[in-house]
T-cell receptor
Framework: NAGVMQNPRHLVRRRGQEARLRCSPMKGHSHVYWYRQLPEEGLKFMVYLQKENIIDESGMPKERFSAEFPKEGPSILRIQQVVRGDSAAYFC???????????????FGSGTRLTVV | DAKTTQPNSMESNEEEPVHLPCNHSTISGTDYIHWYRQLPSQGPEYVIHGLTSNVNNRMASLAIAEDRKSSTLILHRATLRDAAVYYCILRDAGNYQLIWGAGTKLIIKP
């Protein structure tokens, strides 16, 4: 039973290019959460998606960032026209539903480390 | 903003117990106390959670103060593989978001 899979593990982009980060949730999970982590900091919530729906994008910058979770395939976090400040580790977690017990422990992927040069 | 306060770093010797403190003086009655850890270059990993009573699992123990304003994660016998950043997080029963502080970097000395 594979966990949350993210790819690529490392991504290097030049300023102005596009970055696409993929997250395949655990089997049977239809909810995905994206977080960003800057060096030496904790994770910051970005967006919560259900299949074909964005539930909460309150943590995602309004410009250049978008996320989707299609009916088939992985969730995609897309960053257009990347800048140096986008360099960070991006993690996703998944859950089977939105009705989670309060003690639910999320499983995270290993992350994508984006470097903008 | 994180609702918890943890020391930036702690050191411990291998094979010895480790007590990682966390202050959460503004905890509400519906907040659960969660602990995650993040090994170098890895995603966070769930460790343990609790509400009021002390909790034990195969990874660690969680001791919760009677007034719930603080808690302590206990690793009974630390190994080099326990070197990680440990995060104490409050999660409301009805909330899916995890709000992370900077955590405690645990250094294990051989």
């Amino acid at each position: 039973n594979a966990g949350v899979m993210q790819n690529p593990r490392h991504l290097v982009r030049r300023r102005g290019q596009e970055a696409r980060l993929r997250c395949s949730p655990m089997k049977g999970h239809s909810h995905v959460y994206w977080y960003r982590q800057l060096p030496e900091e904790g994770l910051k919530f970005m967006v919560y998606l259900q299949k074909e729906n964005i539930i909460d994008e309150s943590g995602m910058p309004k410009e250049r960032f978008s996320a989707e979770f299609p009916k088939e395939g992985p969730s995609i976090l897309r960053i257009q026209q990347v800048v140096r400040g986008d360099s960070a580790a991006y993690f996703c977690a998944s859950s089977p539903s939105d009705r989670l017990p309060p003690g639910y422990g999320y499983t995270f992927g290993s992350g994508t480390r984006l470097t903008v040069v | 903003d994180a609702k918890t306060t943890q020391p930036n770093s702690m050191e411990s010797n291998e094979e010895e117990p480790v007590h990682l403190p966390c202050n959460h003086s503004t905890i509400s009655g519906t907040d659960y106390i969660h602990w995650y850890r993040q090994l170098p270059s890895q995603g966070p990993e769930y460790v343990i959670h609790g509400l009021t009573s002390n909790v034990n699992n195969r990874m660690a123990s969680l001791a919760i103060a009677e007034d719930r304003k603080s808690s302590t994660l206990i690793l009974h016998r630390a190994t080099l593989r326990d070197a990680a950043v440990y995060y104490c997080i409050l999660r409301d029963a009805g909330n899916y978001q995890l709000i992370w502080g900077a955590g405690t970097k645990l250094i294990i000395k051989p």
